[in-house]
């Protein structure tokens, strides 16, 4: 690979963005294609757009039989969790079985335990200052289930501010309209607010912590996987 190209790449890597390493066989002529940056022009753009989706490596074909291979590099998908409850209790293993990296960030150190969650992913603290450390990006989704505005506001304003690619917050609709309010008195876009997964979770009945924990992971992996294809 070119010096230039590697440069390129690793710098895409340290930026949790994703990139493709196009190589052609025939030629070994290489380019690096950006995500948003795929031209319409391009032969392989649907194919690099599904690559982008799936994250999978793989050879490819041209209409005129011309072969890439195509190495990608996608950031590991983080759910951050904003709320240390029952929910984040079931959600958190769950998630952490379908490949994300999980955070758990409550400043209440009563539900903020190491006797209810596992050190290594919890941060007992206010989100201004935990994220300020850990900062959010596009393959971060972000789960608001604290119902406390003085929890999760802060959070949800930040999650679309980085352009995370989902973001959900627990509450009935009576509760999201007045999130809604107070989001955008903080000067939250409107295209920015209809962003937000609320009430939480798919539509598939749930009740008990456990089966919210479902839902919610449900959304998450079609926001990933199939992003503008509602709910």
């Not at 070994?28 to 319409?40: D, E, F, H, I, P």
């Not at 195509?70 to 904003?82: D, F, Q």
């Amino acid at each position: 690979m070119q010096l230039d190209l590697l440069a390129a790449l690793n710098e895409e890597r340290s930026a949790r963005r994703a990139a493709i390493l196009v190589t052609e066989l025939a030629s070994g002529a290489q380019r690096l294609v950006k995500k948003g940056a795929v031209a319409a022009e391009d032969p392989l753009a649907a194919e690099l757009e599904k690559r982008f989706l799936s994250g999978a490596s793989g050879l490819v074909s041209t209409e005129d039989g011309t072969q890439s291979f195509l190495t990608v590099s996608v950031p590991s998908p983080r759910l951050v969790i904003i709320g240390a409850v029952h929910i984040s209790q079931a959600l958190l293993p769950m998630a952490q079985i379908a490949g994300f990296d999980v955070t758990v960030i409550d400043p209440r150190t009563a539900f903020a335990s190491p006797e209810r969650f596992p050190a290594e992913v919890l941060m007992a603290e206010w989100p201004q200052d935990a994220l300020r450390e850990r900062p959010l990006d596009a393959y971060t989704a972000l789960a608001a289930v604290t119902h406390d505005p003085k929890i999760d506001d802060f959070a949800l304003e930040s999650a679309l501010r980085a352009g995370c690619f989902y973001v959900g917050a627990l509450g009935s609709r009576k509760t999201h309209g007045s999130r809604l309010q107070r989001l955008a008195a903080a000067g939250v876009a409107e295209a920015d607010l209809a962003r937000i997964r609320a009430p939480i979770g798919l539509d598939i009945g749930a009740a008990s912590p456990a089966e919210i924990a479902v839902a919610v992971l449900g959304e998450v992996i079609a926001a990933l996987r199939k992003p503008g294809g509602g709910r």
